[in-house]
C-alpha cells in the first residue's frame, strides 16, 4: 500500500515539475510557483529523494533474502599435467578439456531470526527515511515562504518610502510658495528639505534590501536572478486568518499524528530495535537446506574415439558425471572471540540512544507548537492594533497638515505627524506579512503544510 502512495506521489510530483520549468520563461512568478520550483531544485530534498530510492532497495532486498537463494555456477577449462579422468577412475599425464555446470539452492530454515529481523529493520528504515522526504519538503516550503515574503514586505516598505518621497516634494513646494509670500520662514524650508533627503535615504535603504532579499529568494529556487521577474503576492485573505480559532490542545494532538520528524523518530527506534534482535540472533545455531544439481565432463586431448573406454560429452555430461545431492546444514556458534557480544552491544546502546532521541522529539515537538500558538496570538493583536494605529495615524497625519497650510502649528507638528504617521505604515505592512507567515509557522509546527493548501 505504501508502495503505491509512494508512486502516486512521485508522479504527481514530477507532473509539478513540469509544470514549475515553464513558468521560468514567464515574467512572473506567484507563490505556489516558487514553492514548486524550490522542490524540484532544492539540493537536500533531492539528496533526501536518492536516499529514499537507496532504503527502498534495501528493503526489497532483506524481503528477498527470507526465500531461498539460486545460483548456477560453471567453467569450462583445459589443463596440462596430472589429472583424474573421472568416466576411467584413473590418473593420467596428459592435455585434458573439460567443463562443469551446477546448480546450487540454499534455503535459510532458522537463523535465531536473524533475517526476519533484519527484513524488519529495512522496512522501517524505508518509512522512516520516507518520513525525512516529507519533513525536508516543509522544510524547503517554510524556507520559501519566508524568502518570498520577506521579498513582499521589501516591496511594499519600498512602495511606502516612495510616496513618502512624493508626499514630501509636494509639501516642499507648499513650504517654498509660502516662503515667496513671506507667510513662512525659510528655516521652515530647509527642514522641510532635509525630510525630503531623508526620505530619498529611506527609499535608497529599501531598494538595497529589497535586492539582497530577490537575489537570495532566486538563489534558494536556483534560478537565474539576473532574469526581470515580477514576484506577485499571493491572494491570503488576512482577515479569514484571523479569524481562525485555534486551540493549543488540539493542536498539540494534530501535530503527534502529523509531525514526519517525529514519525522518523519513531520509526528509526524500531529500525534499531529490530537491529539489535537481528544481531542477537547471532548467538543461536542456524540450519540451512541446501540443493545441487550439476555434471562435468573432461576429455584427454587426442583420445581414441574407437575405445570402448571413450564416452562422448553427451554420454558423460547427461548420464556418467551427473550429480544430485541435498541436505541440511547445521551452524553451532560456540566461541566467536567476542565478535556477537560486540556487535550486540553496539545494537543495544544505538536503540537505547534512538529511543533517547524519540523521547527528545516529542518535548522539541510540544516547544514548536506551543511557540507558534503564542506567536499567532501575538501577531493577531499586533496586526489587529496596527489597523487602528494606521488609521488615527493617517487622520492626524492629515488634520496636522491642514493645519500647517492654515499657520496655526509649527513645523515640528507637522513632522512629528508625518513620522508617526510613516512608522504606522511600517508597522502594519509588517504585522500583515508576518501574519501571513505565522499562519505557514502553525502549520509547519503541526506538521500539516502541503503544497496543495497554498494559495
Known sequence: MKSRVLNFFLLSFFTTCAFAQDTLSTSTLTFKEAVQIAL?????LNTQRNNLFQTKVNKTFRIAQLGPQAAINGNVYQSNGNRFIQQEGKVVNATVSGAQLQL???QPIF????????MRQASNQFDAQLEQVNRSMQDVISLVCTQYLNVLLDKELLRIAQENVAVQQKQLELVKAHVEVGSRSPVDQYNQQALVNGAEL????????????RITLFQSLLVDPTVKTTIEEPQWDVNAIALDNLELNQLLEVASEHRSDLKQAKYTEKASKFGMNAN???????LNAFYSNGSAYNQIKGADKTDPAYRNFRDQFKVDNRSNSFGL???????TGFQNRAIYAQSKVLYENNKLLTKNREVLIKGDVLR??????SVKKIYAATVSGLEASQIAYNLEQERFNLGITS???LANANRTYIQAQTDMAQAKYRFLFQKVLMDYATGTLKIEDLP
Open 104 to 106: 546450487n539452492v540454499n
Open 40 to 44: 524540484r531544485n532544492n539540493v537536500t
Open 202 to 213: 529611506r527609499v535608497a535603504q529599501a531598494e538595497f534590501t529589497l535586492a539582497n532579499d
Open 372 to 377: 507558534a500558538f503564542e506567536n499567532f496570538q
Open 411 to 413: 513645523f515640528v507638528d
Open 329 to 335: 546444514s547445521l551452524n553451532i556458534p560456540i566461541f
Open 280 to 286: 542477537k540472533g547471532n548467538y543461536f545455531p542456524s
Open 111 to 118: 537463523n535465531g531470526l536473524t533475517t526476519l529481523n533484519t
